[in-house]
């Protein structure tokens, strides 16, 4: 591949990264304007931004690779990931705004009335939001290295010191801009090359033989496969409704319809982004199947120079490289900005120095975390964190908006088991492989945490928050017209 | 209000914390007490019960289409002999066709959750 490309594209990408981040910060001026937009975006603002925010290396790249990799089972995943959202909209949208606090902490403390839920909450977003940046800084990697040669580690230093500082400088309120221009840019560079083939009907018409051989009819699984498949769905669809940096993109609603409105967008923006990766997917599976044994995450990023004309090629591939790198940018910095918010407010008293402070130590981490580890399947170690995510925050969440019966010691015991029975999944999984219950753990360790949940609760009726009854109705009531 | 460090910016402290209403709790109690007596109360519960209701009514709809949908293929294999140039239906299906059906249920929970809110609120109304 042409390095001149890749540096141009990577280039340009981070040029209007930074841009509209700057334009941004012309207006963010307050405390409020920092953490979360001044409650001011709109929803079609705030939808682009939600999705752009979400779409991550595993959802432009890794989605693709899955396909061409496994196939029919990896249709699972974009559904997975975008019915997170209908999960999402179903039980936390409306009353997590309503609730009026700015991070998840916030709620856990204002719902249970106490200040030891908060740090157990804090501490697992904190967790959370660094697992989820390691892959980020993965895929920039693998992306950096493949378009311009240059060593690895390259790109995740150059996403984590972009994102420091962009975050560190502006805030929230021009990431609202820099991510829903993501989106828009994310949705093209994945469009661009389906709709360029379907356009210029490049090469050779592939024979029957080789559609036949790409697409095999739906196949009858071994039991473990379809354990995988749903303990998969289980993370995926709980997951999304305990990602920090989703939830805090819920407080820019200006209530709670508005809420529920920006969901439904969100769902119809992510439908239309899905089709394309695994579309491209398919084109890989009938024209490159060899890069399966090689970097099948890197399947979006070879395909255009493979399959397209001359100048076509070369347009697409800049694209794409822009369009990835642009997404290991909006995803990291929506996390920086979550993760920034909540460790500034436990540590510093959530000023606009500690929250710069914050940002810097957000990046730093997972930078750390990704230089000693190996990169797995983009996708499956984004799956990994859906389950961490729904084994803790989800039942929190989901029992304090819906359950009056839910105490302080109830939700710290039940998200103590879910992070400690998925954390040793995690962790012991890779040294044993082939055992399904520990590769896709949330079958179990979401039911898990749920139950301890209720259980401990259920001693502890006398210490039901005082409060719960005027909670609730703030999390439930409609606002005044 | 519990204070979470040393406020330094009273505002922002405010809008932070949500739970400005636990400092003075003990009216919340009595009202919890008389729960059963205070229609005000009676209402709110009955409107969380009708917004939980229709979530888990949604919810189940959506895991029923995608548990249908696989089963369908694996009760009756010869569905997938049918291709869309020469792709397989049920590909078609997965990676399309279920994105529509998410939607439609996603539209139809927030007009009802819309209409169970407009139905408190005519109801609170009328009590005032």
């Not at chain 2, 949908?69 to 002999?81: A, C, E, K």
Request: hydrophobic share 55%; net charge positive.
């Amino acid at each position: 591949m042409n390095p001149a490309l890749g540096y141009a594209s990577i280039a340009a990408v981070t040029l209007a990264t930074v841009l509209i981040g700057f334009f941004g910060v012309r207006i963010s001026r307050t405390t409020s304007d920092f953490y979360v937009a001044s409650r001011t975006v709109r929803p079609w603002w705030n939808a682009s931004a939600i999705g752009g925010e979400y779409l991550s290396a595993a959802s432009v790249l890794g989605i693709a690779g899955l396909v061409l990799l496994q196939g029919e089972a990896a249709l699972w995943f974009p559904i997975g990931y975008t019915a997170g959202y209908l999960m999402l909209l179903l039980f936390v949208a409306a009353p997590l705004r309503r609730s009026g606090a700015y991070t998840v902490p916030d709620f856990t403390q204002a719902r249970l009335e106490s200040r030891a839920v908060r740090r157990v909450t804090s501490v697992l977003v904190i967790v959370i939001g660094w697992l989820y940046i390691v892959p980020q800084l993965q895929g920039a990697a693998l992306t950096v290295g493949i378009t311009t040669g240059l060593p690895r580690w390259v790109g995740a230093v150059a996403v984590a010191v972009i994102v420091g500082v962009v975050v560190a400088a502006g805030g929230m309120r021009s990431i609202t801009f820099v991510q829903a221009f993501q989106y828009w840019l994310k949705l093209t560079a994945v469009a661009a090359p389906v709709v360029f083939v379907l356009l210029l009907q490049p090469g050779a018409a592939p024979t029957a033989r080789a559609i036949a051989d790409a697409f095999p009819p739906f196949a009858v699984e071994r039991p473990e496969a379809v354990y995988r498949a749903v303990s998969l769905l289980i993370a995926l669809l709980l997951g999304t409704l305990g990602l920090p940096h989703v939830l805090v993109r819920f407080y820019t609603n200006p209530d709670g319809p508005a809420a529920r409105r920006t969901t439904l967008i969100v769902l119809c923006l992510l439908s239309a982004f899905y089709l394309f990766p695994v579309a491209i997917g398919m084109l890989g599976r009938v024209f490159m199947p060899g890069l399966a044994a090689g970097d099948p995450d890197a399947l979006l990023l070879l395909l255009p120079a493979e399959i397209l004309p001359s100048p076509y090629a070369e347009a697409v591939t800049a694209l794409v490289i822009a369009g990835a790198f642009g997404a290991f940018l909006s995803t990291s910095s929506g996390l920086v900005v979550s993760l920034a918010g909540v460790i500034s407010q436990e540590l510093f008293g959530g000023s606009v120095r500690g929250f710069r402070i914050a940002a810097i130590g957000s990046v730093t981490v997972p930078l750390l975390i990704a230089a000693i580890t190996d990169t797995a399947g983009l996708a499956g170690s984004v799956g990994l964190v859906f389950a961490f995510t729904a084994s803790t925050l989800c039942p929190v969440l989901v029992l304090g908006i819906w359950w009056r019966g839910l105490t302080a010691r109830g939700a710290i015991a039940g998200m103590t088991v879910g992070a400690l029975a998925c954390g040793a999944a995690i962790i012991v999984g890779p040294l044993l492989p082939g055992v399904p219950l520990l590769e896709q753990p949330a079958a179990w360790t979401v039911p898990l945490a749920t139950l301890v949940m209720v259980l401990v609760s259920r001693t502890d009726r006398r210490r039901i928050p005082r409060g719960v009854d005027r909670t609730l109705a703030l999390l439930h009531l409609p606002e005044r017209p | 209000m519990t204070a979470s460090g040393p406020a330094e910016r009273p505002p922002q402290r405010v809008r932070v914390t949500a739970p400005r209403h636990d400092r003075d709790d003990r009216r919340p109690a009595s009202a919890a007490a008389s729960a059963e007596a205070d229609p005000a109360a009676l209402y709110v519960r009955t409107l969380i019960r009708s917004q939980r209701r229709l979530a888990i009514v949604c919810a189940t709809a959506f895991i029923v289409v995608l548990v249908a949908v696989p089963l369908l293929f694996v009760l009756m294999p010869t569905l997938d002999d049918a291709t869309v140039g020469g792709i397989p239906v049920s590909w078609i299906v997965l990676g399309a066709g279920l994105f529509p059906v998410l939607i439609a249920i996603a539209a139809l929970y927030v007009r009802t959750a819309a209409r169970n809110e407009s139905r408190y609120r005519s109801l609170a109304d009328d009590d005032a």
